[in-house]
């Protein structure tokens, strides 16, 4: 570590510069905006905390919509990122089918979230749809899939492993290409399983890339909107209704930007926090 | 440099394992394409019950793809989408590079504000940032321009986040041996840390092709003339509550999947070991 | 001389932006639309249309931030009929009685200028309008030997009738417990759109006549029952098959004869020409025993921004684009039923069809146009959710009292 502002402020200006205008102006606008309230006229004034309160104390739906968001992302973090590893793991050395299969597992990331939705809603059709055609080939029964309570949120699930597991294995990859070859020579000369090479070598020194992608990962997930809204409109009876989704309704159909800010800026804490564990967890500290 | 090869049982059981793993992933899609492979007709015809048909149509037609390209002007929109990808990539490439660099190597004042603004950039929904960019962007006189599409997105809290991770692997003493040698801050980083970090690069520059190839709502807003329209809005437009053309919703989406597709087809030939990072680490 | 370039450039500029209009339309097929445009800039030389083409999934949250921001921009815009009221009452739209007479509006149905209009002001001009029917396909009544509907608004059905219809035909051929043909099939399951006729035609009243309070009108005894009676089709008779939330995958289960009936909307005449292999019927909406008939109508508007510089082009615009020909050229293009009677006379090879005559003549006497509130988006979307609700099983009269708890708070903004 260089102790240096200008060296260090030099190369961080531009990003700043873009930064601030692009992003954090906005958001510092939408956090504001979570303190007011506006008339339909377009009228807006200050509120303190009252649309956070109403949230916590009063609102119908915000606690149902907190848990299922909760549920949804500690279900889905974990399992995308478990996938995306084991599939970096097996395609990290370079053989003869290592590219296909790469790109294979590549393919769905390259469909917009918004059109992967409209696939799997089809693919998933409650009665006709291809993924019961292939139950009923096996002699299973078919499924309602995101026409019950409760397989509604799994197929969500299901769906953004399908579309992101590639994904986040190409961040995996990017860092396994940082481990020195020497080591696992040594390794091999000691006579380890590749289990244990795995163990004591892969995964600790993949710490970096691991907290990048966890956080990145919470983000994304905390952040899920496409799906509910192309497929589910939150139902079943609620069911699919994450917090994102009742932030856009109040934002763009009832016009209520204070409770829709006030969300958002709910999730912001939750991924920040969740974001503060997982820094802690990979060691992979805030600071280095 | 020579490794020991794995046995090929081993290597077998590895195969069939991704085989199986492929297979979860690619049959929705071989559905998908043998659909717009297919004349338009009814939707679930082939779905169910499942057949060799399902995923190998038995008359192959091209016409859905013509008719996108020749009727609806898919090719202007694919280049739109191109032209705004390989912009933002340009400049976002060296400006979160640089950012990552300052934050991984350097103590200055202010770095863990920096960090954190890095960080709730990308933990905001676009959707309750869009109505304040959009005004701005429009006191910027920039509506209705590339620029609209290309600058808000070029400054990427996640792609300096990864650079940051990445640079931190390079090890502080080799900097501080090209500091004695005399090298400057900007020749350190043009020849040694950016030389180092081909898989970060790589990842970064997919990273930002794939935000703005499958971006959608911004485009909507920041620009507003048909010369403007991306992938995205040409794709999706061809679903509504009226109706949804399968045959143009599939072809489209299959012909806007293939430069993401392909640009990764031959940007993964850096992940792999040995290119960097060789023995860097203490 | 430099002076006098200056202002010969600024001349220029004036004069180019002011020949190009900025139109927000809906994200309809190009194919379909470039011509109108292109026939309009032909017809008149110099102005260029900019017309941006919004995919419906993104159209209202597109329109709202549009217009928030500002600026005058876009001068013309696509209108949901409904959303008339929501955009007048935050001074979006441009009043535009001055500029039609009486005599042209009559040009329109008169459903179709109620719901343009908002407090005795005109402010959208009707594109399009909508009703709706009951298709059924013939080969699977004659191959389960239940007699055909009649054709005709004389014998319009009870939904009792229609009920019982869809018993007898939801039928599991391979007889592994689950329906291989449904009953019937409802085009957008939980649009208020095509529910609504169901408790209007008890007598239920859907929203107060202020358009403000929603508690007692659809927690009415009436209301609740016809609600309960679209809960039975899909939790108790099981007739109706659930999570079918989309119109182009409802009229696919029809259109390939997984379901006996469709209740949906007149577009499907021409989109089921997709699917030729189905002979189908057309029978009137059905109505409660007793009750009195009405029908869905309401269909796309075009407004001009309040704000707009370029009113006069704005106006000639839309009176181009929703006038006799250009609808014409429309609906040979989309399909979607004109606004105007003038056009059904215009092309009477096409609405001679005994189908078509039964729609019009239902838009003509039996079409109840949607309430018309400031807040119908709101209103609309929570009845949506408590209606997909009810079709999942939920209580018809928990669900709509929750739902109504829900729509006078968010009314009560407009009080």
């Known amino acids: 570590m260089f102790r240096s502002n200008r060296a260090g402020w030099f190369f961080i200006l531009p990003a700043f510069v873009f930064l601030g205008l692009f992003k954090i102006v906005p958001i510092g606008v939408s956090v504001l905006e979570s303190l007011r309230q506006t008339t339909y006229t377009g009228r807006s004034y200050f509120v303190g905390f009252e649309n ?181 409109k939150g139902g079943p009876r609620g069911s699919t209704n ?47 | 440099m020579m490794r020991r090869y794995k046995k090929p049982l081993v290597l077998a059981a590895e195969f069939v394992l991704l085989t199986a793993i492929s297979l979860f992933f690619i049959l929705p899609i071989l559905w998908i394409v043998a659909s717009a492979l297919r004349p338009s007709g009814p939707l679930y015809t082939y779905a169910n019950p499942l057949t060799l048909q399902t995923f190998f149509p038995t008359t192959v037609t091209f016409d859905n793809f013509v008719h996108i390209f020749k009727n609806l002007h898919f090719g202007r929109a694919l280049l739109n989408s191109l032209l705004v990808a390989v912009a933002t990539i340009a400049i976002s490439v060296l400006i979160c590079s640089m950012a990552g660099f300052g934050l991984a190597k350097f103590a200055f004042r202010g770095k863990n504000l920096f960090f954190f603004i890095v960080l709730i950039t990308f933990m905001v929904p676009f959707e309750s940032i869009v109505i304040p960019l959009f005004v701005l962007v429009k006191r910027l006189n920039i509506d209705n321009t590339y620029f609209a599409l290309i600058l808000p997105a070029a400054g990427n809290g996640l792609a300096i986040f990864l650079f940051r991770q990445f640079f931190s692997e390079v090890p502080t003493e080799i900097l501080e041996a090209a500091r004695i040698d005399g090298a400057s801050w900007i020749r350190i980083f043009r020849k040694i840390i950016l030389p180092l970090s081909i898989p970060a690069i790589v990842t970064v520059i997919v990273m930002v092709f794939m935000f703005q190839w499958n971006s959608l709502f911004w485009p909507l807003i920041a620009t507003h003339s048909s010369r403007f329209e991306v992938v995205q809005v040409a794709i999706t437009a061809h679903r509504s509550t009226e109706d949804t053309s399968w045959a143009n919703l599939f072809s489209s989406a299959i012909a806007g999947s293939l430069p993401p597709v392909i640009l990764f087809f031959f940007l993964q030939k850096y992940f792999v070991r040995g290119i960097s990072g060789t023995g860097l680490k203490g | 001389m430099r002076k006098a370039f200056l202002l010969g450039l600024f001349l220029l500029a004036t004069l180019l932006s002011a ?109 399009g309008t909508s009703s709706a029917g009951l298709f059924f396909n013939k080969e699977i009544f004659e191959k389960y030997g239940v007699p055909l509907p009649e054709e005709s608004l004389d014998a319009r059905m009870t939904w009792d009738e229609v009920a019982e219809l869809a018993k007898r035909l939801t039928i599991d051929t391979d007889n592994d417990g689950r329906p291989d043909i449904w009953g019937i099939v409802i085009e957008q399951i939980d649009r208020p759109y095509l529910l609504f006729p169901l408790a209007q035609s008890l007598g239920a009243q859907v929203l107060s006549p202020d358009g403000l309070t929603a508690t007692g009108y659809i927690t009415s005894e009436k209301f609740v029952e016809a609600a309960t009676f679209y809960w039975k089709l899909f939790n108790e008779w099981k007739v109706a098959p659930q999570g079918v939330n989309d119109s182009a995958i409802a009229r696919e289960y029809f259109g390939t004869g997984k379901a006996a009936m469709l209740l949906g909307n007149e577009w499907n005449i021409v989109r089921l020409l997709k699917y030729p292999e189905i002979r189908f019927g057309l029978s009137p909406f059905p109505i409660f025993p007793g009750g009195t008939a009405v029908t869905p109508t309401g269909s796309w508007h075009v407004g001009i921004n309040s704000k707009t510089k370029k009113q006069e082009l704005a106006l000639k615009f839309v009176k181009y684009i929703t006038g006799k020909e250009a609808v014409i050229q429309w609906y040979l293009a989309n399909g979607v039923a004109p606004a105007r009677p003038d056009v059904y006379e215009a092309l009477p090879e096409i609405f001679m069809h005994p189908m078509w005559q039964m729609f019009l003549q239902e838009m003509k006497t039996t079409a109840v146009t949607r309430p018309l509130t400031p807040g119908y988006s709101q209103y609309e979307l929570i009845l949506r959710e408590a209606f997909n609700s009810i079709h999942y099983g939920a209580p018809p009269k928990q669900a709509l009292e929750d739902a109504a708890k829900k729509i006078d708070r968010e009314l009560s903004k407009y009080k």
């Not at chain 3, 800039?41 to 993104?58: A, R, S, W």
Request: net charge negative.
């Open chain 1, 52 to 232: 956070y309160t109403y949230l916590f104390f009063e609102d119908p739906t915000f606690w149902n919509s907190f848990w299922i968001t909760l549920i949804y992302s500690l279900v889905v973090n974990p399992l995308i990122i478990l996938i995306a590893l084991v599939m970096a793991l097996l395609l990290n050395e370079n053989r003869f089918f290592t590219k296909f299969f790469r790109t294979v597992f590549f393919l769905p990331t390259a469909i917009s979230f918004a059109v992967v939705s409209v696939i799997w809603s089809v693919v998933l059709d409650p009665h006709y749809g291809l993924a019961n055609g292939f139950l009923t080939l096996f002699g299973l029964p078919a499924q309602p899939f995101f026409a019950s309570t409760a397989q509604a949120l799994w197929c969500l699930v299901f769906l953004n492993v399908w579309r992101s597991a590639g994904y986040w294995m190409m961040y995996f990859l990017a860092g396994l290409q940082n481990i020195p070859e020497s080591l696992y020579q040594a390794a091999d000369i000691d006579g380890a399983s590749a289990w244990t090479k795995t163990r004591k070598i892969t995964l600790p020194l993949l710490s970096r890339t691991f907290a990048f992608v966890l956080v990145a990962n919470t983000a994304f997930n905390f952040l899920t909107f496409a799906p509910v809204y192309i497929i589910t």
């Open chain 1, 242 to 288: 994450l917090l994102m989704y009742e932030s856009y309704k109040s934002a763009f159909v009832n016009l209520d930007m204070g409770r829709a800010s006030a969300i958002t800026t709910i999730l912001l804490g939750i991924i920040l926090i969740f974001s503060l564990f997982e820094f802690k967890w990979t060691k992979a500290g805030f600071e280095y």
């Open chain 3, 19 to 127: 020949a190009t209009l900025e139109v927000l339309w809906m994200g309809w097929p190009k194919d379909q639309v470039m011509p109108l445009i292109e026939e309009f800039q032909k017809q008149n030389p110099g102005v260029e249309i900019d017309i941006q083409l919004v995919p419906f999934g993104q159209l209202f949250q597109t329109i709202e931030v549009r217009l928030s921001s500002g600026g005058g921009t876009p001068d013309v815009y696509i209108v949901d009929g409904p959303n008339t009221a929501s955009y007048a009452a935050r001074g979006y739209l441009l009043p535009l009685d001055d500029f039609f007479s009486t005599q042209e509006k009559a040009a329109w149905f008169p459903s179709s200028i109620v719901a343009g209009s908002y407090r005795g002001k005109f402010y959208s001009v009707p594109y």
